[in-house]
Structure formats: C-alpha cells, structure tokens
C-alpha cells in the first residue's frame, strides 16, 4: 500500500454519521505515518489520542500532553493515512475557554490535515463546542470516564453505576449532541446505560470500554496489539503478543550479532 495514493475513497464526517445503524464504526489511535498507513484500509477513523504522552513519551497521565506535541504526531499520521477520519485530540488546557478553543482548533487545522478535534468534557463544555461547530471546525465530544481528569477525580472510575449518574451521561450526551458534537466517543460507561444513550442520539457513539451497544469502538493500538506488559484494562481484547514477539526477535538479532551469524553474504554488498 502507498503512503500517497489513498486506498479507498477519502471518509467524511457524513459518511460517518450514515454509518449509525447501518455498520459499526471502527476507530483506532496511532501517533505516526508508519502506523497510520498500516490502518488505513480498515479504520474508519483514526484517533492521534493524547494517550501517546503515556505510551509514546513514557508518562503518567495525558495531562502534560502540549499543543505543539500533539501537531507533531498529527502531522505525521496524516501523512501515513488518507481514508480515514483523522480526529486531533486536543490536550489538557487547550480548551478551557471557547476563544482558546477555538483558536488552538484552527491552529490544528492550518498546520495538519486533521479532518476534527477530540474534547473531553460534558455539558459544561457544551458552549464550546457550539462555538467550535459554528466556526467550521468538526468535534467529537468524550464523556464517562476522561482522562483528563484523572488528578481532579483521583483516579480512572467507571461510570454509569448509580441511577443519578445514567441521567447525568444521558443528559451531556443529549446536550453535547444539540450543540453539533458529531459522534459522541463514551469511555469507561457500564454497557446497558452505554447503549441507552446510544439509542438515544441521532449521531452514531463510539465505545472504549462502554460494551458492545455503542455505533463504534476505538481501542489505543499499543494495548490492543500487547506491547502494556504491565497494565491491561479489563476492556483491552490483546489481538498480538507484540511485546513478546519483538523481544523474542530482538533477541534473535543480538544472538546473530554477538555469533558473527549477521550478516551474511546474502545482506552484504
Ligand atoms: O487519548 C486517547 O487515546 C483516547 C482514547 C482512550 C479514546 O482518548
């Protein structure tokens, strides 16, 4: 496959908001070309999540995830991938007033090929977005459990788990969905109120950790494919040992070095 000429006709927000009900939506992070092109012809959307501040950069939490980082990756996945939605997620601060928002979404616009933006937050972000929305720029909205808030919370929680707290989701979502949010992504949600909201939206959900009723499902590609020894969340289905696989191969080289078995004649000028 090309890195320049697309697989497949180029994905729209529409066409995506067709897909509700029809077939589910697949959606995976990446945070480079490399990777980016390998999904290409299989993911309906790609998300440059800010979860690479963890497990690209090594850190505790997304939170210190920057606007300039977050460009960098954007750019280089857009250049691996043409297809698919590629949806930017906009890091911690970036968007605490809709005039900052707005200016750091157009700012992600003019210097990547991102096709929308990521914010987490509920209702009480539902200004912004509006104000994004009326100004060109396509959002995903990210409610249950954010990230985001991890410190602010103390912890990742799931939610959905009282009464109160389904009519609170299914009242963000209903909002967040008013004021022009094109899919809403809900993490962490116990399935039956997951796929309550998602009967209740006119724009397809997509789920990571929210059970099999959302329109879509988004998995960070580094647990989906086992390179998180330490760590996997209950919702990670592993499709690869990958972590395995490349220290058994890496080991293997180093054998081959350290034994004078590489290379050969057969890798030499
Ligand atoms: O940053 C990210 O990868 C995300 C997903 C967990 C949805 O926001």
Redesign the pocket.
Same mark, same amino acid.
């Given at each position: 496959m090309s890195m320049l000429i697309p697989a497949r006709k180029k994905l729209t927000v529409k066409s995506i908001q067709k897909l509700k009900g029809q077939e589910k939506l697949v959606m995976v992070?990446a945070y480079d070309a490399l990777f980016a092109s390998l999904f290409e012809d299989d993911a309906d959307l790609i !998300?440059v999540? @800010?979860?690479l501040n963890m497990s690209f950069l090594g850190n505790g939490d997304?939170l210190s995830a920057t606007m300039d980082q977050m460009i960098y990756h954007t750019k280089a996945v857009c250049s691996g991938a043409q297809s698919p939605i590629i949806v930017f @997620?906009m890091p911690f601060g970036s968007y605490n007033t809709k005039e900052e928002a707005l200016k750091n979404a157009i700012r992600v616009y003019k210097e990547t090929g991102a096709d929308a933006i990521k914010i987490e937050g509920g209702a009480e972000r539902a200004e912004i977005v509006e104000h994004l929305v009326k100004n060109g720029i396509a959002v995903i909205s990210?409610i249950g459990l954010m990230?985001q808030f991890v410190r602010a919370d103390g912890g990742y929680k799931v939610r959905g788990k009282s009464s109160e707290d389904e009519a609170e989701l299914l009242k963000d979502a209903k909002i967040l969905e008013q004021a022009g949010a094109f899919v809403i !992504?809900l993490?962490g949600i116990k399935s039956e109120v997951a796929t309550k909201i998602t009967n209740e939206l006119k724009v397809p959900t997509i789920g990571?950790g929210a059970g099999a009723g959302c329109d879509g499902q #988004?998995l #960070?590609w580094s647990d989906m494919f086992g390179f998180f020894e330490s760590f996997k969340p209950k919702f990670v289905k592993k499709y690869l040992n990958g972590a395995k696989l490349i220290r058994e191969a890496f080991s293997e080289y180093k054998k081959d070095v350290k034994e004078g078995k590489f290379p050969t004649d057969e890798y030499s000028y």
């Amino acid at each position: 496959m090309s890195m320049l000429i697309p697989a497949r006709k180029k994905l729209t927000v529409k066409s995506i908001q067709k897909l509700k009900g029809q077939e589910k939506l697949v959606m995976v992070t990446a945070y480079d070309a490399l990777f980016a092109s390998l999904f290409e012809d299989d993911a309906d959307l790609i !998300l440059v999540g @800010d979860s690479l501040n963890m497990s690209f950069l090594g850190n505790g939490d997304t939170l210190s995830a920057t606007m300039d980082q977050m460009i960098y990756h954007t750019k280089a996945v857009c250049s691996g991938a043409q297809s698919p939605i590629i949806v930017f @997620d906009m890091p911690f601060g970036s968007y605490n007033t809709k005039e900052e928002a707005l200016k750091n979404a157009i700012r992600v616009y003019k210097e990547t090929g991102a096709d929308a933006i990521k914010i987490e937050g509920g209702a009480e972000r539902a200004e912004i977005v509006e104000h994004l929305v009326k100004n060109g720029i396509a959002v995903i909205s990210h409610i249950g459990l954010m990230p985001q808030f991890v410190r602010a919370d103390g912890g990742y929680k799931v939610r959905g788990k009282s009464s109160e707290d389904e009519a609170e989701l299914l009242k963000d979502a209903k909002i967040l969905e008013q004021a022009g949010a094109f899919v809403i !992504l809900l993490e962490g949600i116990k399935s039956e109120v997951a796929t309550k909201i998602t009967n209740e939206l006119k724009v397809p959900t997509i789920g990571i950790g929210a059970g099999a009723g959302c329109d879509g499902q #988004v998995l #960070v590609w580094s647990d989906m494919f086992g390179f998180f020894e330490s760590f996997k969340p209950k919702f990670v289905k592993k499709y690869l040992n990958g972590a395995k696989l490349i220290r058994e191969a890496f080991s293997e080289y180093k054998k081959d070095v350290k034994e004078g078995k590489f290379p050969t004649d057969e890798y030499s000028y």
